[in-house]
């Protein structure tokens, strides 16, 4: 009770003491009975009776006071009860903080774990596979690039083809499927399709359907050729491998416990031990599907063993291949013993792809894109149907019909085209060359010609920007047309590929271009109504003689005579090997020769790397004297004078090669072999036929008769000691320029000591 409260309760008991003292007195005395009696009958008084009522008003009070505490304690029991909810559930919500943070480490530790062991498994399968810590997953970048370039839906009809059905399901009599068409048929886009068709599948399993897994790889460039050698199978059969390994968690498990076990993996057992004979997949439900694309020619030993195993593995049922390839391929697997497979042959299968093509084109043709034309959409059914009869669904005879088809406007020279598709891609292609040899300027076949030559015989992949910065160098100016461009709109005989290369269209194009002498010779063959220059001459001269002036005139026999196609001296024609590499080992001393103010582009690199492998390509008995006396101008000034050399071995201010790259290009400079090859340039005397200093010539001499790589390389000695004592020059410079000196005197040291050894056996 408060003091309010209290102090009630005291008087209440006071009146109550008061109450009982006055009850005892009437009581036990008769004179305060009798006075009692007496107020009351005449007063109306009664001393007890307003103690009673005090007591009553005492009363009110005290529950007007017992209210007012009721309430007020019911307001702080309710506030009392909200910070005891507040206080429950903070305590609630930091128990749950606490559960969620042990979930989570427990799930860390466990993901921790889980990555740990997946490391060292991965680990142990790149050790035994040879692969380095990152590895280019190019097989995916490949994939990808053909899936950008894939018309929609197109591929779908192979997933109603009854023999490939069966193949999928593992009911074929033959674990190995082949798709057979020639180049540019479209095997490896449909190989896209049905990658694309395993990879949804993944991880998806049906009431009839099974498990997928799905590994492949695109073979292309020098990868196909690699497959047609003795061996050469161990690149792919690794990529499966990990690719297999990143999908299934069991059979990295699986792979990890062989590799372990077996440390390094020999390549010809490792689809033996890693696939065919894996214990894994003999258990597991589900199907381990392997796709390669790209198969040409005769396959060698090593391609024949991996598909032996794949047709006598006990593991069939589980694991599937399938591989695309052209008609001699397909003729070889055939005549191959132990190999048993289903085939498919994409022409007669892959019309509504063709079709697909077609129709996409003729919406991008202006004479054929006009579909609410009823009769430009019969003529458009003829063009579709009629292509796909007469070329037999070989897309390069289509694709060669669509280029002419967009150049004309008139219904009966585009049928004239349709009907006339059908002939060999050789003699389509052939037509191609002779109507650019006829519409091209000399300029323009000029550079038809050198981007043969690089596509032929450049190392390693050739960009289109570094096409572009050759054709640039080659003409000393700069075209506005991007190269992909012009490729669209005049040099139909290239292509940029998918990968941003430069490469023939098809093929046969290379077959089709030809040799240099022939063209030169025999110019008649390939354009038979074409006229010399000559000759108009002459027929100008005879009709000036005979008619009269007027008459001359009114004819206007010259603009008739410009319209007859002239023999052109440059026709598109390819070099034979020797005269093409000696031109690429030219134009790579050129770059490397030039001034310094010429020498920063963007084939400098490939210059220095590559201009040994084309030196060396040369038989010089078989290249013209002009080449030769150019070239060796050339090769001199790049051993001997100074800014040559150092753009030679990348010692300027202005080169961004880093120093690990300076010192390839030394060592590259310094090996036996370039040495040996420039000398033996050098002693052609064809070769040194240019030169007329006699300085330089007195080098030359002591370089071919006896002083070899220390006279060879004297003069960058010289200039590398120039650079070291004489210059000041940025640490990467200096650097360089001792690494040579140190390199060059261990060289010559080295052949000194050798040939005093020699001489004391001799003696």
């Not at 359907?209 to 799905?214: G, Q």
């Not at 990968?499 to 038979?528: D, L, M, T, Y």
Request: with cysteine.
């Amino acid at each position: 009770m408060d003091v309010s409260l209290t102090k009630l309760t005291a008087n209440q008991l006071k009146l109550f003491v008061t109450i009982c003292d006055h009850a005892i007195s009437l009581r036990h005395t008769s004179r305060g009975k009798i006075k009692t009696a007496f107020k009351i009958a005449f007063l109306g008084d009664s001393n007890i009776q307003d103690l009673v009522g005090q007591m009553a008003k005492q009363v009110g009070k005290e529950h007007i006071l017992i209210s007012a505490h009721t309430f007020l304690n019911s307001q702080q029991a309710a506030a009392a009860s909200r910070i005891t909810l507040d206080v429950t559930k903070n305590i609630q919500d930091q128990v749950s903080q606490v559960q969620k943070k042990l979930k989570d480490m427990y799930t860390a530790t466990m993901k921790g774990k889980e990555a740990h062991e997946q490391s060292r498994t991965d680990a142990a399968i790149k050790n035994a596979l040879g692969y380095g810590r990152d590895i280019v997953h190019i097989w995916s970048d490949r994939y990808r690039d053909y899936m950008k370039q894939r018309l929609p839906s197109t591929g779908q009809w192979i997933f109603d083809d009854p023999m490939f059905a069966r193949w999928e399901k593992g009911q074929s009599g033959a674990n190995i499927l082949t798709i057979t068409g020639g180049s540019r048929t479209g095997k490896s886009f449909l190989a896209a399709s049905i990658i694309e068709h395993f990879l949804h599948r993944a991880g998806h399993t049906e009431a009839t359907d099974t498990r997928a897994t799905a590994a492949f790889y695109f073979l292309e460039g020098d990868e196909v050729k690699a497959m047609q050698s003795v061996s050469n199978i161990d690149d792919v059969v690794k990529s499966l491998v990990w690719q297999f390994t990143l999908a299934d968690a069991r059979y990295r498990r699986s792979a990890a416990e062989i590799c372990r076990e077996y440390q390094v993996v020999d390549v010809a057992a490792m689809s033996q031990r890693l696939l065919f004979e894996n214990p894994y997949l003999r258990e597991v439900h589900g199907m381990f599907y392997i796709i390669i694309d790209g198969l040409v020619g005769k396959m060698g030993e090593g391609m024949l063993r991996f598909l032996r195993d794949v047709s006598a593995a006990a593991t069939g049922c589980r694991i599937r291949v399938l591989v695309t390839c052209d008609p001699e391929c397909f003729e070889h697997l055939g005549q191959a013993d132990g190999i048993s497979f289903n085939p498919i042959h994409i022409e007669a299968k892959n019309k509504p792809d063709i079709e697909a093509l077609i129709e996409s084109s003729m919406n991008s043709m202006m004479p054929l894109n006009n579909c609410a034309d009823a009769s430009v959409r019969d003529l458009r059914k003829s063009v579709c149907d009629g292509l796909i009869k007469e070329t037999g669904g070989d897309y390069v005879r289509v694709k060669f019909a669509l280029d002419e088809i967009s150049k004309q406007e008139f219904p009966d020279k585009i049928l004239s085209i349709v009907h006339n598709a059908g002939r060999q891609r050789t003699e389509q292609i052939s037509k191609e060359i002779e109507e650019l040899n006829r519409n091209l300027t000399d300029t323009e076949i000029s550079e038809i010609n050198e981007i043969i030559l690089w596509i032929q015989h450049h190392r390693g992949p050739l960009t289109e920007t570094r096409m572009t910065t050759a054709l640039c160098a080659r003409n000393e100016r700069k075209s506005l047309l991007r190269l992909s461009d012009k490729f669209k709109a005049k040099y139909t005989l290239f292509t940029i590929t998918h990968r941003g290369e430069v490469n023939f269209q098809v093929p046969e194009v290379e077959k089709a271009i030809p040799q240099r002498h022939k063209a030169r010779h025999e110019p008649e063959q390939h354009s038979p109504t074409a006229v010399s220059q000559g000759e108009v001459d002459m027929i100008k001269h005879f009709l000036a003689t005979v008619c009269p002036p007027s008459t001359y005139t009114k004819l206007d026999i010259n603009a008739l005579l410009a319209q007859k196609p002239l023999d052109k001296g440059t026709r598109i024609c390819q070099d034979d090997s020797n005269t093409a590499e000696a031109k690429m080992a030219l134009t790579c001393l050129k770059f490397l020769a030039e001034d310094a103010d010429k020498q920063e582009n963007g084939l400098l690199p490939y210059a220095r790397q590559s201009f040994d492998q084309h030196l060396s390509a040369v038989d010089l008995a078989f290249v013209d004297i002009e080449l030769k006396v150019e070239a060796g101008q050339h090769l001199v000034k790049l051993f001997t004078h100074d800014t040559s050399i150092d753009a030679l071995l990348c010692n300027r201010e202005s080169s961004r090669f880093t120093p690990v790259r300076i010192e390839i290009c030394q060592k590259l400079l310094l090996e036996s072999d370039t040495a040996n090859t420039v000398i033996r340039w050098l002693r052609d005397s064809a070769v040194t036929s240019g030169i007329t200093d006699e300085e330089t010539k007195e080098w030359i001499s002591d370089v071919i008769n006896g002083g070899g790589h220390g006279k060879l390389l004297a003069p960058a000695a010289k200039r590398m000691a120039f650079h070291l004592v004489r210059e000041p020059h940025k640490l990467p410079v200096t650097r360089g320029a001792f690494q040579f000196i140190v390199y060059y005197i261990r060289k010559v040291w080295s052949s000194s000591l050798e040939q005093r050894v020699s001489r004391q056996a001799n003696s």
